[in-house]
């Protein structure tokens, strides 16, 4: 059976609610595929982990490199568990490069990494965007890698397929192009793409990442809420008890007399208020941040506090809230 060329779904022209469906069975695209590139129209496909589970398996099974995807901004608190189902070498990349300010040292993003549980074989820092240190990407795969495969793994939206789109440009004659998105599970099934006769690259669909506030959002909403050039950290003084109400995704009720940054998307709607806020019916969570850690809001972004304090946060979302030693 003939496999889509963009998300790796199996063709079909039988259901137009099933993955892969296009009218024509002789072209090489799906309908939803043809859809994004063409018209930035989603259509949300709801997978569930166990699918995914079942590729990291059949990986498992293979001795080969894993390249390890991960966002730099939208880092997680599952990373360790991509282990529990491989025990291949592993390449981290962090991609998205471009969203943390230059000013921040690639070494400390990349020593960062160790603050989590992985045994890594090599790390790359990269920006798809910027095409930035693609040359030394190639590099390590090409000298870590055990056969001619290489799977590249990952949490959804993280950059996989644009990664491997922009290999193939810069390395290979292959035409192909995955399709990338903004909405998760793009990618709905393993997708094998050649970039030379040494190296196949094998794309896989993402990890979703349980209570991350990306999956209860439509396109319009994520546009806003995943950021697409670099955070402009925005810091405040808290001077007296207030409010700050990050757009219509969540509030957090902040002591005075401790200053904060925010590090999220330029494109939300962050204002402060001194008091007057309607809470009912939202769901809160105090949590106590320790000096030297950030608070996360899963899928949304984080913020750091000058010192240790406790604050209330409050969303309609079922969105992981937790903290983390501070990024930068
Ligand atoms: N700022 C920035 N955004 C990126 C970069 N790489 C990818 N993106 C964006 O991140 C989103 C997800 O990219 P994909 O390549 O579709 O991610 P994926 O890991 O293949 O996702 P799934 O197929 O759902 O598992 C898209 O909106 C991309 O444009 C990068 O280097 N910088
Ligand atoms: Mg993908």
């Not at 471009?98 to 990494?113: G, Q």
């Not at 799977?151 to 192909?176: C, P, Q, R, W």
């Not at 998307?265 to 950030?294: C, F, M, P, Q, T």
Request: proline share 2%; with cysteine; hydrophobic share 35%.
């Amino acid at each position: 059976m003939k496999k889509c060329e963009g998300c790796g779904a199996y063709l079909q022209d039988e259901d137009p609610n099933k993955e892969g469906f296009t009218k024509n069975i002789s072209k090489n695209l799906c309908e939803r595929c043809f859809r994004i590139r063409n018209y930035s129209e989603y259509k949300v496909v709801v997978k569930d982990n166990d699918d995914y589970i079942k590729i990291l398996k059949e990986i498992n099974q293979t001795r080969d490199l894993v390249v390890f995807v991960v966002d730099v901004f939208l880092l997680n608190h599952g990373l360790e568990m991509i282990q529990k189902y491989l025990t291949n070498p592993i390449l981290l990349v962090l991609t998205k490069r471009d969203l943390l300010p230059l000013s921040v040292k690639d070494e400390k993003l990349l020593s960062y990494m160790d603050n989590y549980n992985i045994k890594v074989v090599d790390k790359e820092i990269i920006s798809s965007y910027k095409n930035y240190n693609f040359d030394a990407l190639l590099y390590k795969i090409k000298k870590y890698q055990i056969s001619k495969m290489v799977y590249v793994v990952g949490f959804t939206n993280a950059g996989k397929s644009t990664m491997i789109n922009k290999l193939l440009y810069h390395y290979s004659n292959e035409d192909t192009k995955l399709t990338t998105s903004l909405m998760p599970s793009t990618t709905l099934n393993r997708l094998e793409v050649t970039l030379d006769e040494t190296l196949t690259l094998v794309d896989t669909p993402g990890l979703l990442i349980k209570n991350s506030l990306m999956n209860y959002l439509d396109g319009n909403k994520l546009n806003k809420v995943l950021p697409k050039k670099e955070i402009k950290p925005i810091t405040y003084q808290i001077k007296s008890n207030q409010w700050i109400v990050i757009d219509d995704f969540c509030m957090l009720e902040v002591p005075k007399g401790n200053d904060l940054t925010l590090y999220l998307s330029g494109a939300l709607n962050v204002n402060r208020y001194y008091e007057g806020i309607e809470v009912e019916g939202l769901k809160n969570k105090r949590i106590k941040i320790k000096k030297d850690h950030d608070l996360v809001l899963e899928g949304l972004g984080f913020i750091h506090f000058k010192e240790e304090t406790s604050v209330t946060v409050y969303t309609k979302y079922d969105m992981d809230i937790y903290t983390r030693k501070k990024l930068i």
